[in-house]
């Protein structure tokens, strides 16, 4: 079974940090994905990456920054945490786009 | 653009219920992907079934099934003899060549089983 760790299942920060959600995964799968899930608003894509260090803006990139240094870990940046930033964040994994994407348990985030 | 429609917000049923979850896709390409995913209250995305669009077969896999019809672009699910763990948030997903296959995701349904 593929496994996709995100490093907090809980995570509360204050306003004007820098925050760092870690996401690995264990099936040597190219793709990797950052989502926030928002009441009402739908899982939106933030980043996704297709290969080391290769990088893509989704639909809401602004506020946020990704890094790809190996194959099985992609971590979501928020340079300067904000209180709009507060969510769920889910991070996923697949191997050709069009195959399934398996998702880690998520990150509630909370920014004060 | 490519769409999907959950029309169903929230459904709540009785517990031994059959319910079905609709999902409505818009798209110009002949070659796509469908997908239904669980998100129950603890909040992990489970996969469930991924179906491309040039197999037209219905889906069965226990309790759950999934009926596919391109003349009416649906996609929808159904689960009979609910039970209390289905609860959770259903969500429809579709996958095109304009979207250069990322997932094109509907809003989700609330399916509450009361036991």
């Known amino acids: 079974d593929v496994k996709v760790t995100q490093s907090s299942r809980y995570l509360v920060k204050r306003t004007g940090e820098k925050v760092f959600l870690e996401c690995v995964q264990d099936?040597?799968?190219?793709?990797m994905f950052w989502y926030r899930q928002d009441p009402g608003l739908g899982l939106r894509l933030i980043y996704f990456?297709?290969?080391?260090?290769?990088?893509e803006k989704g639909d809401i990139p602004e506020g946020y920054s990704v890094s790809r240094e190996k194959k099985e870990r992609f971590s979501l940046i928020l340079e300067s945490a904000s209180t709009n930033q507060t969510s769920m964040y889910l991070c996923?994994?697949?191997?050709?786009?069009?195959?399934?994407?398996?998702f880690g348990d998520g990150t509630r985030l909370s920014i004060l | 653009a490519q769409k999907v429609t959950q029309a169903q917000t929230e459904i709540s049923v009785v517990e031994k219920e059959d319910v079905t979850l609709d999902c409505v896709y818009e798209?110009?390409?002949?070659?796509?992907?469908l997908f239904w995913y669980k998100q129950p209250p603890s909040g992990e995305l489970v996969f469930l079934i991924r179906?491309?669009?040039?197999d037209e077969q219905n889906e069965i896999s226990g309790r759950y099934s999934w009926n596919f019809q391109k003349s009416t672009s649906s996609f929808n699910f159904t689960i009979t003899a609910s039970q209390v763990v289905d609860s959770a948030v259903y969500f429809c997903?579709?996958?095109?060549?304009?979207?250069?296959?990322?997932?094109?995701w509907g809003a989700g349904t609330k399916l509450i089983i009361k036991p």
């Open positions: 099936m040597d799968h190219e793709n």
């Open positions: 179906r491309n669009s040039f």
């Open positions: 990456s297709y290969d080391v260090k290769m990088k």
């Open positions: 997903a579709l996958s095109d060549a304009d979207s250069n296959y990322q997932l094109i």
């Open positions: 996923a994994s697949s191997v050709p786009l069009n195959q399934p994407q398996h």
């Open positions: 798209t110009r390409d002949t070659t796509y992907y």
